[in-house]
């Protein structure tokens, strides 16, 4: 079962746009990250939001965390090639620990030159 | 190394083999994990050590897998009669302690099972 819904699944994009990607559920999590993944490399964390409503801000990137902690979003602003990558949610259920992360299917992004 | 280290970077194998997947954690990190990610999919929880013992392996798929970590520091993931569905990029992460929020991945271990 997925938990964790991510729209659109592929974006592909010119750099210096604008976009938003989405990651859904039916489920309340306790804390809710954002990872980046590369070819061939594991997952990177960006961000981890654990308060309904929280926004938080890393350079161009914004990600905001729903009232309900049931969503989240990542908005990044002027997009650049170096942004390319799957860009996965990940949701901890359970609470306390963050070991048993639930992983959405991730948005494939290309930023082209 | 400063980062996860898991070892084959790539296995290519035949139906019914056995296999063993290894990964060094970064040093002092207590928690370690395994995950399963299959193409086009994101990672899949498998097996949670905290120190030496396995606190959580609910996400092994079956009784072929098995994983250890004899001295609380590096794994061994191991799959017994490997099947095709087995194909997959198997990553291991590690954190400092139980719920500090972060897991560092390593580059996983691309499995073929032909």
């Known amino acids: 079962t997925q938990l964790l819904e991510q729209s659109p699944q592929f974006l592909s994009i010119q750099e210096g746009e604008n976009l938003t990607v989405y990651c859904n559920s039916s489920?309340?999590?306790?804390?809710l990250q954002w990872y980046r993944q590369e070819p061939g490399e594991g997952p990177v964390l960006l961000v981890t939001?654990?308060?309904?409503?929280e926004v938080k801000k890393l350079k161009r990137l914004t990600f905001q965390f729903g009232d309900a902690r049931k969503d989240s979003s990542l908005h990044i602003t002027a997009a650049q090639p170096g942004d390319t990558g799957l860009y996965l949610c990940?949701?901890?259920?359970?609470?306390?620990?963050?070991?048993?992360?639930?992983f959405g299917k991730g948005t494939l992004l290309t930023v082209n030159p | 190394g400063a980062g996860v280290s898991q070892t084959p970077s790539n296995k290519v194998t035949e139906k019914g083999k056995y296999v063993e997947l290894r990964c060094d954690p970064i040093?002092?990190?207590?928690?370690l994990y395994w995950y399963r990610q299959s193409l086009g999919q994101g990672p899949e929880f498998l097996i949670y050590f905290q120190g030496t013992g396995a606190a959580d392996d609910s996400g092994l798929p079956n009784d072929r897998f098995f994983a250890v970590r004899p001295e609380g520091s590096v794994s061994t993931l191991k799959i017994q009669r490997t099947e095709r569905g087995d194909s997959a990029v198997y990553l291991c992460?590690?954190?400092?302690?139980?719920?500090?929020?972060?897991?560092?991945f390593g580059e996983g271990s691309r499995l073929t099972v032909l």
């Open positions: 489920s309340v999590f306790s804390s």
């Open positions: 992460a590690s954190s400092p302690w139980t719920g500090s929020g972060e897991l560092f």
């Open positions: 040093s002092g990190h207590t928690a």
């Open positions: 990940a949701g901890n259920v359970g609470g306390g620990s963050n070991y048993k992360l639930t």
């Open positions: 939001v654990v308060t309904g409503g």
